[in-house]
C-alpha cells in the first residue's frame, strides 16, 4: 500500500498491486483556497450552495483550508494514521461564525478509513450538511455498476426539484448524474468490469450518499478536469444532505466515516 496526503485531505490510496482506488485530476489546482479535484475533499459546513450565504464557497470552507497536521504514527498492523484538524479562526468565522474544533484521522494500511469528527464549541445548535467527496477511480465509468440503493429515494437537481422513487436496479452512468439519496445507511459496491474490481464503501454517521459523475458536456466546462477524465472516476460520497442535515448541539461531537 502507498497513500499521499496534502494537510487537506486523502489524494491516493495504491493496495498493493493495483491501481489507486483514488483520481486526482491532472488539471486540479493544488494551492490553498482552491478544491483539489480528486481524491477525498471534506464538504463541511455545508455542502453545495449555501443558500443562507450564497456568497460562501460551494460545499464549504474545509475543502480549501490547510488543516494542521496533529501527528502521523505507524501502528502495530503496519497501517499509517494522520490526524489532521481544522479549527474556527480569523479564515471561517467570516463564511460561517461558529467555533468549533474537527479533525480528520486517515488511516491507511490494508484498507483505507477517513474518519472525521466535529465538535460544536458555540453555545447555541448549529446545523450543517456535509460530505467526504471521494472520486472512486475506475477503468471506464460505462462498465461501472454501483449496487446498495436500490429502492432508495433520491433528489436529482439537474432534472428535477421533486424526490425521485428508488430505482429497482443497480446504478449504471451514462449521461451526467448528480443525485443525493437520502435516508440511507448503506455500504454501496462500485463494481468495475474494465479494472477487474470491486471498491466496498462501508460507513456510519452518515444517511445520505451523493452520487456524482459530470459525463462529457459538463466536463469540458471545468478547467480543473483533464480531457477523458470523467470515464476514470465516480464519485461515491458519504454524506448528510437535504432533509438528512446535522443539528449538533453544544459541545456535541459528531462522527463520520
Ligand atoms: O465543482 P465542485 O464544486 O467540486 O462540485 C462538484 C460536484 O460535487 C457533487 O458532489 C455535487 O453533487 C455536484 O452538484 C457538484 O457539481
Given at each position: 500500500m502507498q497513500g499521499f496526503f496534502v494537510r487537506r485531505q486523502v489524494l491516493s490510496y495504491i493496495p498493493k498491486?493495483?491501481?489507486?482506488?483514488l483520481l486526482v485530476s491532472t488539471s486540479s489546482a493544488m494551492e490553498e483556497g482552491k478544491a483539489i479535484r480528486g481524491g477525498i475533499p471534506v464538504c463541511f459546513?455545508?455542502?453545495?450552495?449555501?443558500?443562507?450565504?450564497?456568497?460562501?464557497?460551494k460545499h464549504g470552507f474545509a475543502r480549501l483550508l490547510n488543516w494542521e497536521l496533529k501527528s502521523t504514527e505507524q501502528l502495530l498492523t503496519g497501517a499509517t494514521r494522520l490526524v489532521l484538524a481544522l479549527n474556527d479562526s480569523v479564515l471561517t468565522r467570516p463564511w460561517w461564525d461558529h467555533r468549533f474544533a474537527s479533525e480528520l484521522v486517515i488511516e491507511a494500511g490494508e484498507e483505507l478509513s477517513v474518519k472525521w469528527q466535529v465538535k460544536n464549541l458555540s453555545d447555541v445548535p448549529v446545523t450543517i450538511t456535509n460530505a467526504l467527496h471521494s472520486y472512486f477511480r475506475v477503468g471506464d465509468i460505462s462498465q461501472v455498476r454501483i449496487e446498495g440503493l436500490t429502492g432508495v429515494p433520491y433528489m436529482e437537481e439537474i432534472r428535477s426539484d421533486e424526490a425521485f422513487a428508488g430505482d429497482d436496479q443497480s446504478i449504471v452512468i451514462q449521461r451526467e448524474v448528480d443525485r443525493s439519496y437520502t435516508d440511507t445507511t448503506a455500504t454501496c459496491l462500485i463494481v468495475d468490469a474494465a479494472l477487474d474490481r470491486t471498491i466496498v464503501v462501508k460507513k456510519s454517521g452518515s444517511q445520505s450518499t451523493v452520487v456524482w459523475n459530470p459525463w462529457a458536456d459538463l466536463a469540458r466546462q471545468m478547467v480543473d478536469l483533464g480531457d477523458g477524465?470523467?470515464?476514470?472516476f465516480v464519485c461515491v460520497e458519504t454524506a448528510n444532505v437535504w432533509h438528512n442535515a446535522l443539528v449538533i448541539e453544544p459541545q456535541s461531537v459528531h462522527v463520520m466515516q
Open positions: 498491486g493495483q491501481e489507486d482506488l459546513p455545508w455542502f453545495g450552495s449555501n443558500k443562507e450565504n450564497p456568497d460562501g464557497p477524465d470523467y470515464q476514470h
